[in-house]
């Protein structure tokens, strides 16, 4: 990706900060490798809203919330933070990927997939013409609709910002608003913006996407986007193979892609908190060889 600006550089990247990812981050920062966390502002609301955990051994009759400012404490007593950042894009490149968060980019020789599982499903056709008239970011192709009519699929705050941003660049943004009120307080629309109601079930078009079909009505425009909270694995890395169970990996947490590692949720069952910490050391492990035989071969 030429001609981008690059924020930071990382041995590792994570991408997560749940249980798996916090438990990579330590193992791989006691290995001496510069690591970058890429996470929320709030950290595994999962183990946060477990009343006691039982079966972590050590540990029984902990709270979930009690033992979630555990791990934090031990990755910040390590000197490591978490970038507040969602990352909408794991791109390969010669040495190594280039990490996309909104308009701010970042470099790692190798990557730790720690996503969790996602209740997100993608709408009929999103993944078909996604590249083909649908983005999930558009501060990065907003450009490319300079005077054109979008669409904005909103879930979340972050997408009634960027239907803003789109106003000003677009001749019209048609907004599907499924925001939650409490997470849209405080933000006024831009006067280009028509706000259509409907739940969107699915991508329309041809060889380019063309519209959203709702559930009583079609809308029509030159560009989708798509703004939520999470993006599907095999959607943020391409290329990278999946199964209706989760990410697939070897013993290494290993994917089909040269290092990229995966460990957690996002691996599929069991979704337990030991198992988490378990393949979060071993994909750390494995990602910190791989860096070592990557500067062997140097």
């Known amino acids: 990706m030429e001609g981008i600006k690059i924020k930071d550089r990382f041995d ?7 249980p798996a990812g916090l438990s990579a981050a330590v193992n791989a920062a006691i290995r001496k490798k510069k690591v970058g966390i890429f996470g929320t502002d709030f950290c595994s609301p999962k183990l946060h809203h477990a ?10 009759s902990i709270t979930g919330e009690e033992l979630r400012q555990r791990f934090l404490h031990h990755v910040k007593s390590l000197g490591l933070q978490i970038l507040e950042l969602k990352v909408s894009g794991v791109y390969p490149e010669t040495a190594g990927f280039t990490l996309q968060a909104r308009d701010v980019f970042y470099q790692a020789q190798t990557v730790i997939l720690a996503t969790g599982v996602s209740a997100v499903q993608p709408i009929e ?5 996604l590249g083909r008239g ?16 979008v669409i904005v699929l909103a879930y979340n ?10 106003a000003e660049i677009a001749s019209q943004v048609i907004l599907v608003d499924r925001v939650k009120k409490d997470q849209a307080q405080g933000i006024k629309l831009h006067p280009n913006i028509k706000t259509v109601q ?16 709702l559930e009583d009505q079609s809308i029509t425009a030159d560009g989708i986007f798509i703004i939520r909270d999470a ?3 095999d959607q943020l890395v391409p290329g990278l193979q999946v ?3 989760g990410i697939i990996v070897d013993r290494h947490c290993a994917t089909n892609l040269p290092g990229v590692f995966a460990a957690g949720d996002c691996t599929g069952a069991p979704y337990q908190l030991s198992k988490a910490v378990g393949e979060g050391q071993v994909a750390a492990l494995s990602a910190v060889k791989y860096l070592d035989d990557l500067k062997h071969k140097a």
């Open 198 to 213: 409907g739940k969107p079930m699915g991508i329309i078009g041809d060889m380019w996407a063309t519209g959203v079909a």
């Open 231 to 233: 993006v599907l694995p």
């Open 125 to 129: 056709g999103e993944a078909d013409y």
């Open 243 to 245: 199964s209706n169970t």
């Open 51 to 60: 009343p006691h955990i039982d079966n972590y051994l050590g540990l029984h």
């Open 134 to 149: 649908v983005s999930y970011c558009a501060t990065c192709d907003g450009p490319l609709y300079q005077g054109k009519k």
């Open 12 to 18: 590792l990247a994570i991408v997560g900060c749940g």
């Open 157 to 166: 705050r972050e997408g009634l910002e960027e239907a803003n941003f789109l």
